[in-house]
């Protein structure tokens, strides 16, 4: 990955964060019902398509293990994050409501950082993989970061210190990625260790995607838009195995 799709990266999820600020208030939680539905379906089918092949091209059953482990760090994470990730906009029950933002913050941070190693290692068997699996990230971050601002900065106005945060937020992923590209470290260089890396990574992907898809649904009952968008998210995902 060039600096460019570093650069992709932070301004989508940077626009994800201000987007709540720009729209009525009316608005936020209809267009970000939308934006998950989309996202959730895109990168629900990036990973069936593209990265559970990746990971599982070589016969190592230590992979399977790391989707596990991908797959139930992510329940234990949403402990501190709230769902922010898949969109949970209210924090229920909460005594301390500072320190219950601060700690979405970091724990979604967190995720997001890790998110972006993947992308730095240069590892992907092909272009067209890489692409997909950007776009999977942009079209995760953005709904993220339009939660994340909608919970922690509801009422206020922008100001220089939310847009600070919210920068902050949005360079996780590149950061990550530019890590992972910068490191000379033999985990991040052994083709090995990057399969245990993207296994880690889809077992996080699988968990958010099918919370996205059917947790934020009454009764499992879709609505004819949030059909409509989770078929478009499946349809442009699958587009590139007919390049």
Not at 47 to 64: K, M, N, Q, R, W
Not at 79 to 90: C, I, K, N, P
């Amino acid at each position: 990955m060039n600096n460019s799709a570093f650069l992709l990266l932070a301004a989508t999820t940077f626009l994800g964060g201000i987007l709540p600020f720009l729209l009525r208030k009316k608005s936020n939680d209809t267009v970000l019902k939308l934006l998950l539905s989309f996202g959730g379906s895109f990168l629900f089918s990036v990973t069936i398509l593209y990265l559970i092949p990746e990971v599982f091209s070589v016969a190592d059953p230590l992979c399977g293990v790391f989707v596990l482990l991908g797959f139930f760090f992510q329940i234990i994470l949403e402990q501190f994050t709230a769902g922010v990730e898949h969109g949970h906009m209210h924090l229920h029950h909460v005594k301390n409501e500072r320190l219950m933002k601060i700690q979405v913050f970091v724990s979604l941070s967190l995720h997001s950082f890790m998110e972006g190693i993947p992308l730095g290692t240069g590892m992907f068997e092909n272009a067209t993989t890489r692409q997909t699996f950007l776009s999977g990230i942009i079209l995760h971050e953005l709904p993220a970061a339009f939660a994340l601002s909608s919970i922690m900065y509801a009422g206020k106005k922008l100001n220089p210190k939310i847009l600070l945060l919210i920068l902050l937020y949005a360079i996780m992923a590149p950061s990550g990625a530019i890590l992972s590209k910068l490191l000379s470290a033999e985990l991040l260089t052994h083709e090995q260790a990057f399969h245990y890396i993207m296994a880690f990574i889809v077992g996080t992907f699988l968990h958010i995607s099918t919370i996205i898809l059917f947790e934020n649904s009454p009764n499992h009952q879709f609505s004819r838009y949030k059909i409509l968008s989770i078929i478009l998210g499946a349809f442009l995902a699958s587009l590139s195995l007919l390049v």
